[in-house]
C-alpha cells in the first residue's frame, strides 16, 4: 500500500472515531447541565480537568516508545520487540501507582479548592477517590497502545475508542435515568475504559506475539535511561502544553472563582476543544509514519511533506474554525440556553487561539522523529508562563474573558515561536509555507465567514435546523472556493484520480 494512503487510511480511522466521541460528548453537556446544575457540574469538570492533568504523567514514554516501535517494526526483530514492550509495561505499571498517588494527595490536600464549599468539596474528594484506584489498572493496558500505534494498527484503536465514546453516553444516560450522580459516572466509566483496553492488550499481545512480563537483564537501566532522554523534553513541553489549554483555565476558574464559573467556561472551550482535539487526533498517525519516513527521505521531502500535510489540514480545519467563531451566539442559545450567553466572547477567543494548530502541528512528529523536540522546549514553557501569568493579572477584572485572553495572547506567541523552531529544523521557507499553507487556506475561510456574519444579520437563526443549515451552506461556500481557487489542477487531477480509483 501507498504510504501517504496508510497514513490517509490511519488518519481517517482516527478522526471518525473522534467524531463519534466528539458528537457524544457535545449532546450530553446540555443534559447533565441540566441534570447536575451548574455547581455539581462544574465540580465534575474539574475533577475531570485533575484526571487530565494526571494524564501528563505518561512523561512521554507512550509516544517515544511508539516511534521506537514503528522504527524496527519493519526489521523483524522481535527480541528487541519484546524488550519494548517488557520496558513498557514496568513504566506504565510505575505510572499507575505514581498517579493514583497523585490524585489522593491532590483530594485530601486542606485549603487547595476555598473557593468551594463543604458538600461541593466533598463531591470531588468522592470522585477524584474512585478516579485514583482506576489509575492502578488502567495505565498498564496502555501498552497496548504502544504496540499498535507503532505498529499503525489504527483500526483497532479507532474502533476501542468508538466503543469507549458510545458506551461512556450510555452509563451517562443510565445513570440520569435511575437519578445518581457523577461520581458513580466516573466510577462506571472507569470500569468500561478498563474493560475494553484490557481487550484491546489482549489483542494487541496476541496478534503481535509480545509476551506480557517485566524486564529483566543488563539492558534495563541503560534502555531507559536512554528512552528518559528522549522523552523528558517531551514531557516537559506536554507540561507546558496543559498549562497552555483549557484544563488549567479550569482548575485556575474553579481555584478562584468557584464551581458555576468552570461550567460556564466548558461551555465557552468545548468547540475550541473539540477542534484541536480532533487535529491532535488526525496527528496521531504521524509519529510512527514519520519515523519510517525520516528514514529514507532526504531534508527536501521532509520539507514538502510538512508542507503538504498542513495544507490539506489547514483546508479541513480553518474553515470549520472561522465559521463556529461567527456562530458563537447561536451555538450557546440552541444549545444550553440563554443563561450561558455572557460566555460567547470567551468561546469565540478560544476558538481563535486553535487556528494556528492545522498550519504547523504536523511538524511535531518530525521533530520527534529526529529527535529534536528539544529545541522547542524553552519556547514552550515561556508560552505557559505567558498565559499562567496573563490568567492570573486577568481573572480577577474580566473573569472568564480574562482567562481566554490569556490563552489567546499565549497561542499567538506560540505560534510564532512554532514557526520559528520548525523552519529552522525542516528547512522550509517562510514564503512557501505563506504561499501554500496559510493563505490558500486563510482567504477563502475568512471570506465564507463574513459572508455567513452578513447572511445572520439580514436572516437571524430561529431554529437548530436552520444552524445546521448556515454552519453547511458555509462550509459547502469556503470548501468550493478551496477547490476553486486554492487547489493547483494537477492537485485537482490526483486527488479526484485517488478518489475514482479507491471508490472503484
Keep these: 500500500m501507498n504510504a501517504y494512503i496508510r497514513l490517509f487510511r490511519n488518519t481517517l480511522f482516527n478522526i471518525s472515531a473522534y467524531v463519534v466521541t466528539g458528537l457524544v460528548s457535545f449532546v450530553t453537556l ?13 465540580v465534575y469538570v474539574i475533577s475531570l480537568s485533575i484526571a487530565g492533568m494526571i494524564a501528563l504523567l505518561d512523561f512521554g514514554l507512550i509516544t517515544v516508545l511508539s516511534k521506537e516501535v514503528a522504527q524496527i517494526a519493519e ?19 510505575a505510572i499507575g501507582v505514581l498517579s493514583a498517588l497523585v490524585l489522593w494527595a491532590i483530594a485530601y490536600l486542606p485549603g487547595l479548592f476555598s473557593s468551594l464549599d463543604e458538600s461541593e468539596l466533598h463531591l470531588l474528594r468522592n470522585m477524584l477517590l474512585v478516579q485514583a484506584v482506576a489509575q492502578l489498572f ?8 504502544v504496540i499498535l500505534i507503532g505498529k499503525q494498527s489504527f483500526g483497532v484503536i479507532s474502533l476501542a475508542n468508538l466503543i469507549t465514546a458510545l458506551a461512556s453516553a450510555a452509563i451517562i444516560v443510565v445513570v440520569l435515568i435511575i437519578g445518581r450522580g457523577p461520581v458513580l459516572i466516573i466510577a462506571l466509566t472507569s470500569l468500561m475504559t478498563f474493560t475494553v483496553s484490557g481487550a484491546l492488550l489482549i489483542y494487541a499481545v496476541r496478534t503481535y506475539h509480545t509476551p506480557l512480563s517485566l524486564p529483566s537483564g543488563s539492558w534495563f537501566i541503560p534502555a531507559s535511561q536512554n528512552l528518559f532522554r528522549i522523552a523528558i523534553p517531551l ?44 487535529v491532535s487526533l488526525a496527528l496521531s498517525a504521524f509519529p510512527p509514519f514519520v519515523a519510517h519516513l525520516d528514514k529514507h527521505a ?15 489540514l489547514s483546508f479541513l480545519v480553518a474553515p470549520i474554525l472561522l465559521v463556529l467563531v461567527v456562530l458563537a451566539p447561536q451555538i450557546i ?38 529527535d529534536k523536540y528539544h529545541l522547542w522546549l524553552p519556547f514552550a514553557v515561556v508560552a505557559a508562563l505567558i498565559n499562567l501569568a496573563l490568567s492570573f493579572l486577568l481573572i480577577r477584572t474580566y473573569g472568564l474573558n480574562g482567562v481566554a485572553i490569556a490563552t489567546l495572547c499565549a497561542s499567538l506567541f506560540e505560534g510564532f515561536a512554532f514557526l520559528f523552531v520548525t ?7 517562510l514564503r512557501a509555507w505563506l504561499a501554500e499553507v496559510v493563505v490558500p ?17 439580514v436572516f437571524p437563526i430561529t431554529s437548530l435546523a436552520m444552524l445546521f443549515f448556515y454552519f453547511a451552506l458555509a462550509c459547502v461556500l469556503i470548501y468550493s472556493l478551496i477547490l476553486a481557487f486554492s487547489f493547483t489542477p494537477r492537485e485537482r487531477a490526483q486527488n479526484f484520480g485517488h478518489l475514482r480509483k479507491h471508490s472503484s
Design 235 to 278: 514531557f516537559i513541553v506536554q507540561i507546558s502544553a496543559f498549562l497552555m489549554q483549557q484544563q488549567t483555565d479550569r482548575l485556575l476558574l474553579g481555584l478562584i472563582l468557584g464551581a458555576t464559573a468552570v461550567a460556564l467556561y466548558e461551555v465557552a472551550a468545548r468547540i475550541g476543544t473539540l477542534v484541536i482535539q480532533m
Design 441 to 457: 487556506a486563510l482567504v477563502p475561510s475568512l471570506i465564507g465567514a463574513v459572508t455567513l456574519g452578513v447572511f445572520i444579520y
Design 423 to 429: 523552519r529552522n529544523v525542516i528547512g522550509f521557507t
Design 75 to 93: 526489521t523483524n526483530h522481535d527480541a528487541t520487540l519484546a524488550r519494548l514492550v517488557h520496558l513498557a509495561l514496568f513504566w506504565l505499571i
Design 333 to 370: 442559545h440552541l444549545w444550553v440556553g440563554d443563561d450561558f450567553l455572557t460566555a460567547t466572547l470567551a468561546m469565540r477567543l478560544l476558538t481563535l487561539s486553535a487556528l494556528y494548530y492545522p498550519f504547523l502541528m504536523a511538524a511535531d512528529s518530525i521533530l520527534i522523529a529526529r
Design 298 to 312: 532526504s531534508r527536501d521531502e521532509i520539507a514538502h511533506f510538512f508542507l503538504r500535510t498542513s495544507r490539506y
Design 30 to 42: 446540555p443534559i447533565m447541565l441540566r441534570a447536575f446544575g451548574q455547581s455539581v457540574f462544574g
Design 138 to 145: 488502567l495505565w498498564p493496558c496502555k501498552t497496548a497502545n
